[in-house]
């Protein structure tokens, strides 16, 4: 058994693959929420606003952003460098740079585009009217 001293409050737990201890990683989890809502609530919060608001440290919410866990928008990606997962460019934050979530969002709206098509189609042949000028562009 590999016990390991929790990173953040310092007590002796059983080691499964993270440097804290199960009570810490919960508390974590629940700040995450935390950070996650004040971020969809102020999007153009700086990171330090972000740190100070929620009382967590930058090293966490860096490490959320690169695990693609939060995404940060606005001013507070604007002193942080990440890499386009799809062709390596340098990013200010997310995942992908704008070139390729641009490309990857008309793939995500094409597929959603057929989906509607084939819902309209489906409910078309269902109720034998024509939707067509109700469709939402
Ligand atoms: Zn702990
Ligand atoms: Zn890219």
Request: proline letters at 1%; charged letters at 30%; aromatic letters at 6%.
């Amino acid at each position: 058994m590999d016990i390991k001293s929790c990173r953040t409050c310092g007590k002796m737990f059983q080691y499964r693959g993270s440097y804290q201890c199960p009570d810490c990683m919960r508390a974590l989890d629940e700040k995450f929420v935390e950070v996650r809502n004040y971020i969809l609530d102020n999007p153009s919060a700086a990171m330090a606003d972000i740190c100070e608001e929620n009382d967590v440290d930058q090293d966490t919410v860096m490490r959320w952003i690169r695990e693609g866990r939060l995404l940060m928008s606005g001013s507070a990606g604007g002193d942080l460098h990440f890499q386009c997962r799809n062709c390596g460019k340098k990013i200010n934050g997310g995942t992908y740079c704008f070139d390729c979530s641009n490309k990857l969002k008309s793939q995500i709206d094409g597929t959603a585009r057929d989906l509607q098509r084939s819902i309209d189609k489906l409910s078309q042949e269902k109720h034998g009217i024509h939707t067509q000028g109700l469709r939402r562009k």
